[in-house]
């Protein structure tokens, strides 16, 4: 490894701040004028389509993105900074649609013949270095902001254009297949949901509707202190882990001591195949454990499980994520003044509709390989990123210098 030739960010890049878009005209129903935000920015960096936030006012014209922009955030709201300085590429917009440049988003834009490519420039704002120096220089406590001048301030290492574009293709490549993983897991997810909806939009009207712990047992979480994390261990659940397609995130496990999750999961273990649903704040979302991983349920989480004769994890998990099922939920959640709250008492009670078991049965030998796919492609990207961040730091400290 040698020590590489260094440029100020600054002197390379300008980093522009977006606009302070109107709240008067934030809607929640659909416009043309997607809002771009912090909660678009992955850990670690990239794009997250998520929630949109619409708008219907005046756009000035240099404000509207484009699809190859590099944005970073400038504000995060949370206590670690999490995505705070991590950029972004700017996605195609949906059909009919525009992204705009919000404020507390910088966007970089490359100086005239500044020997920098924009790829390689990605890959510098993703490493750990450049994290601790906007991490560092950050202002805020509960909220955490950056400025065009501190990021600026950093002093990147900038070998050869060549050997720029070299580090950039080896990264790509890693990133491009987890890009490709994701739009599988849309597609795949969206089979299922379909042949979930062909098969099951009309349940049968000459049978009461089936209460959930007539099929299932229901698994509360132990209510105790939690253990401490480890850098080796078991899994031990958090609300983190419930992604919104139904898949469980495993890459950020709390992971607890043997003799812990001894404890923990002689009561609360969490198998293959078992329904996890959250009981507090995103309340009712819902995710399935994976083959080959058990886990024990941390707070605020409660697992359900089918019962012998019922053997139909993947239908369940689609009912119980499906409007109907949601709906039930909401009737069943207790609203707080803080934070609202499913009972685990309440979770037995909801009532799925009753179908013919012929049909469950054909549903669920077609859909459990869609999930299971789904179930390899994450765990698979999962692994391209953690190759990706190990060759990062060589890639970029360790290339030749002119």
Known sequence: MRDLPSRRLADLVEVRHGFAFEGRYFRDESTTNILLTPGNFAVGGGFLPGAPKYYDGPVPADFVLAE???????????????????????PPAPAGRRYLHNQRLGKILLRPKAPLD???????????????????????????????????????PLPHLDVQQR??????????????NRRTNETLESMARALFEASFGVPKTDHAPSALGDVADVIDCLHAKKPDRRDVGRPLLHLGNIRDDGL???????????????????????RPGDCVITNVGRVGAVAQ??????????????????????????FLLEALRSDAMRAEIERKTDTGTILSALNVRNIPRLQLPTFDRDVIERYERVA???????????????????????????????????
């Open 68 to 90: 190859g922009d590099l944005l970073v955030t400038m504000t995060d709201l949370s206590k670690n900074g999490d995505t705070l300085g991590y950029p972004a590429w700017v």
């Open 118 to 156: 924009p790829r390689y420039l990605y890959y510098v704002l993703c490493s750990r270095e450049y994290r601790h120096e906007v991490l560092a220089t950050a202002t805020g406590s509960t909220v955490r902001h950056t400025s065009p001048s501190r990021i600026g301030a950093y002093e990147l």
């Open 167 to 180: 580090v950039a293709g080896i990264l790509g490549a890693l990133d491009d297949k987890i890009a490709l």
């Open 248 to 270: 469980l995130d495993m890459s950020d496990s709390y992971l607890i001591d043997d003799r812990d999750y001894q404890f923990w999961t002689s009561r609360v273990e969490a």
């Open 289 to 314: 454990i994976p083959l080959g991983v058990s886990a024990a349920l941390g707070r605020n989480m409660t697992a359900v499980r089918c019962r012998p004769n019922f053997p139909y994890p993947t």
């Open 368 to 402: 459990r390989p869609l999930r299971a796919r789904m179930e390899v492609a994450l765990a698979e990207s999962h692994s391209l990123r953690k190759t990706r961040d190990v060759l990062l730091p060589g890639l970029l400290s360790g290339a030749p210098a002119a």
